[in-house]
């Protein structure tokens, strides 16, 4: 299955069970001042999460587009990027563990076909001082559903997060971890905001068994290693919490957020480690290699940055963002930026955002038909970035070279921002690639020319008293 057979699936999936499918969201959330963009898919639904009735029903299915832009940079590695649809679907207050495990269980090894011998998972491991359990019964209730599949008894054992560590992939397929199993906005109970819901998780990952562990992340492999050879697939929220001024209190009702992605189960079901050869993303790597004359094999970096670069300002154009200096458009034109100066890496001179964009409108042209309508638009928009930031480029960087033998400061990097327009995480990246060095109190001395500057903007713009 291809990822637009598995997004067409999943929804099928649900809405044979009750579900009622939702549009997405627009990837700049209408009503949360606390974030710029919707990085998950129930971001857009935390009001029926805390108890509001939602005009659709009490069960709901959607693939949501999300971008989390503090995974940059991880982009480059085999499965991370910052734009991505996450299959979502939510019980509010009507069934919970046992029907959204099965369900889950029966889409991956039912409908995707993956094999339930390199499934693993993960649970809470419970929180004492909070008063919150472990999560002993979504435990028991995998090992049923691996039992039944005839993964054989002894490999579907219970243990610790370190008990999951010391004895490696195959041992523990059921692990239990901490704040890595508990969902909330910011990762752990500790850190919950006051007000926001909350709660246990369980997670499920596939295993490539081609992909040698990397001893750099640890001497053994487990679910929650970094080294890629397990990749998440999806998660289960069992929302029973809210964070209150003293500690928890149940939510009025119990809500399940199922949470998958659906590059990475394109990418397991291709049986593939590797998330850009997937059919959201291969296309655009076949575009590059066109353009560029090299191949993804031996370019392999750059061309991931920028397949997934392209695809986050696409739909952040779609959905009404402009290259700006400020929130979503200044995220939108670093991603643009960053891709160009991986282009020119590549030996791309020329403008290649008219060429790769039609590519992309094309990938989405059925699940998403608003961005092949505004293609022509974006296009336009987005190669107009691109020419005005490739001679910017040529200027900064040969400023960046002046710097060689002296190393790069705080103020050199400032001055790279407000005359060249150079973001400024993009100018210590380039710089680290060239060999330059890079002042360790860089941030500070940028941020207290950043505070200047505002200061004199102030001052200028103040009016003149009589």
Not at 52 to 74: K, M, N, Y
Not at 342 to 348: E, K, N, S, T, Y
Request: net charge negative; aromatic share 10%.
């Amino acid at each position: 299955m291809d990822a637009d057979e598995i997004r067409s699936a999943f929804l099928d999936h649900l809405a044979g069970r009750g579900h009622a499918v939702i549009p997405r969201a627009s990837l700049v959330p209408d009503d949360d001042p606390t974030t710029l963009f919707t990085g998950s898919g129930m971001q857009p639904l935390l009001p029926y999460l805390l108890g509001d009735d939602h005009p659709a029903g009490r069960r709901l299915v959607d693939s949501q587009t999300c971008l989390r832009v503090q995974d940059i940079e991880e982009v480059g590695d085999n499965r991370h990027t910052t734009f991505f649809e996450m299959l979502g679907s939510w019980s509010l207050g009507d069934y919970f563990k046992p029907e959204q495990l099965r369900q889950f269980w029966d889409f991956l090894t039912g409908t995707v076909g993956l094999d339930p011998a390199r499934l693993y998972v993960s649970c809470f491991i419970g929180e004492e001082a909070h008063g919150i359990p472990k999560d002993d019964e979504s435990a028991a209730l995998w090992r049923e559903l691996f039992t039944a599949a005839g993964v054989p008894a002894d490999q579907v054992e219970l243990g610790t997060e370190e008990h999951a560590a010391r004895v490696g992939t195959g041992g523990a397929r059921i692990a239990f971890y901490g704040n890595k199993n508990w969902w909330c906005r910011e990762g752990s109970p500790e850190r919950m905001p006051v007000g926001e819901p909350g709660g246990p998780d369980t997670e499920v990952f596939y295993l490539f068994p081609h992909v040698e562990h990397d001893p750099t992340y640890g001497e053994h492999c487990h679910q929650n290693c970094d080294c890629g050879r397990f990749i998440e697939l999806g998660n289960s929220v069992f929302m029973k919490y809210r964070r209150t001024e003293s500690g928890f209190e149940p939510l009025p009702r119990r809500n399940v957020d199922y949470g998958g992605g659906l590059e990475r189960i394109a990418a397991a079901a291709l049986d593939t480690s590797d998330v850009f050869r997937i059919s959201l993303l291969w296309p655009i790597i076949e575009r590059l290699q066109e353009l560029s004359g090299r191949t993804y094999e031996d370019e392999t970096l750059a061309m991931r940055v920028i397949a997934d670069h392209l695809r986050g300002p696409t739909f952040l154009a779609v959905d009404g963002v402009r290259p700006s200096n400020k929130a979503q458009g200044y995220v939108l034109r670093r991603l643009v930026r960053r891709a160009v100066r991986f282009a020119v890496d590549l030996g791309i001179e020329d403008n290649f955002f008219p060429h790769v964009i039609p590519t992309i409108a094309g990938i989405y042209a059925g699940a998403y038909p608003e961005v092949a309508a505004a293609a022509d638009a974006v296009a336009d928009l987005l190669a107009r970035e691109e020419q005005v930031f490739r001679r910017t480029l040529r200027r900064g960087l040969e400023r960046l070279e002046g710097h060689r033998d002296t190393g790069v400061t705080g103020a050199d990097l400032f001055v790279l921002y407000d005359t060249y327009g150079f973001p400024v995480e993009l100018s210590t990246e380039v710089a680290r690639a060239e060999g330059i060095v890079v002042s360790r109190t860089w941030r500070e001395e940028f941020d207290e020319h950043m505070a200047a500057q505002r200061a004199r903007s102030r001052g200028v713009s103040a009016p003149r008293s009589r």
